[in-house]
């Protein structure tokens, strides 16, 4: 026997390594789990606010453990007098609704705001979700948070047609109260690292309006209440080591959280239109991904009748980006969604795993083809150079102009708002008073 080649190395086998054991965690000394309650009662519309106090002493935050746990009432007017109740409530939740409650989620570090002013919270958290989780997920554990998926084709349908609506409408009929817990789609959220001691922790809640989060006949008005809310921190005592050796590092440099940054932002196309120029999208720090999609202006803005999720195609025969005058990708995208036979947008599905940094990996989104061009059409855009945005590394933060270009096959019939995702490389520091810094404007 001989090599393959000469170059290649001798290994051994992990089987034949029988005298190392595995290493031993010390840092961690034990964590629990501490229940937080409102500051102020629950009433109808009111923002929802939580303190979690600076821990002392040897307790650090974890923040990616944080939940969000909700019981919710929903009130509907009953039946006309001797009609029969039908089998799908004509009033219920639109998808993923622990999330879909809320328009804007702030958060803050010893009273300095972390997070950007926006409404667009649930778009947030739904795509994330739609993209980020595969089917297993999005029908186990995520189901905690009210995720069941809308049938395509049918995201407006108030029946059985409709399987993702009839479920989540029947698990809430006759007036029940539900329970859900879930995490928040936030920045500080989503990284591992742990929050110093002596940090307080602010988090605020702003409701959606129930045209948005709701669905049913534009003449009804159901009630929603959510009747508990509670935030679940997890906490940890630190080994006195650790601390010590923490302490000593802050004396000459800060601590330091890396995140992505997300920004969503909306630019409204008026009907009548055949195309759109979206000049200055992002003027400054460029994203390293961005989730482009449409949906209805009355839709966006809240309507009981219709899915504010439903992420219509309008006949898009051309999207692209434009990076300082640099089209990205090389060649734009031009789906053909106009013949109901044989229509042509397998490019543009195809990004919602090259843009994502799934594709030719075991791993999916539960979207499928057929799904894509009736009510889940998202165009992806990974911007790393070396198609990195899903993984912890950092590239060379780029500075520039981004224009957004989109044209349709059809003049619009209905006003559209645009919907940009994006994605960014920041960081959050703690210097050793506990003076919060951004390196981002908030």
């Known amino acids: 026997m001989a090599l393959v080649h000469q170059d290649s190395c001798e290994c051994v086998k992990s089987e034949l390594d029988l005298f190392q054991l595995p290493a031993t965690q010390k840092s961690i000394e034990s964590g629990s789990w501490i229940h937080y309650h409102p500051i102020a009662p629950l009433t109808d519309g009111s923002s929802i606010e939580f303190v979690v106090p600076g821990s002392s002493g040897d307790e650090y935050i ?3 453990h944080t939940l969000l746990a909700l019981q919710v009432k929903l009130t509907v007017p009953g039946p006309a007098a001797g009609a029969q109740a039908p089998d799908v409530p004509e009033i219920g939740p639109i998808n993923n609704w622990a999330h879909s409650l809320f328009s804007q989620i702030d958060i803050s570090l010893n009273q300095k705001t972390i997070t950007s002013p926006t409404h667009t919270y649930p778009y947030r958290a739904y795509l994330e979700t739609l993209l980020g989780y595969d089917k297993n997920a999005k ?57 110093l001691n002596g940090v307080e922790m602010r988090v605020k809640l702003i409701r959606s309006k129930a045209e948005f989060h709701l669905m049913g006949p534009d003449n009804q008005a159901p009630t929603c209440q959510i009747v508990g809310a509670t935030l679940v921190v997890r906490k940890c005592k630190i080994n006195p080591s650790i601390l010590l050796a923490h302490t000593r590092a802050l004396e000459a440099a800060s601590a330091k959280y890396p995140i992505t940054r997300v ?86 599905y195809h990004t919602l795993f090259s843009g994502t940094g799934i594709h030719h990996k075991d791993e999916g989104n539960a979207i499928t083809r057929d799904d894509f061009n009736q009510g889940y059409t998202v165009y992806a855009f990974d911007l790393t150079p070396d198609l990195s945005s899903h993984t912890g590394h950092w590239n060379l933060q780029k500075s520039g102009c981004m224009r957004l270009e989109v044209r349709f096959s059809v003049d619009l019939p209905k006003t559209v708002n645009l919907l940009v995702y994006a994605e960014f490389d920041s960081v959050i520091e703690i210097d050793k008073y506990r003076n919060v810094q951004t390196d981002y404007s908030s």
């Open 263 to 348: 920004d969503c932002k909306t630019v409204t196309i008026n009907s009548g239109l055949r195309s759109k120029i979206v000049d200055s999208l992002y003027l400054g720090q460029l994203p390293k991904r961005v989730l482009v999609s449409f949906v209805e202006n009355t839709t966006f803005n809240g309507r009981f009748s219709e899915n504010p999720f439903n992420f219509k195609h309008f006949d898009v025969n051309f999207l692209s980006l434009y990076v300082d005058g640099v089209q990205v990708p090389s060649q734009p995208l031009c789906p053909d969604y106009t013949s109901p036979l044989s229509p042509q947008f397998v490019s543009a």
């Open 62 to 64: 974890d923040p990616a």
């Open 139 to 195: 029908e186990s554990h995520l189901t905690t948070r009210l995720w069941y998926k809308d049938t395509p084709g049918k995201m407006d349908s108030r029946n059985d047609e409709n399987q993702g609506y009839a479920t989540r409408a029947n698990l809430l009929r006759g007036g029940r109260t539900i329970d859900m817990i879930t995490n928040l789609h936030c920045d500080l959220f989503n990284q591992e690292k742990f929050l």
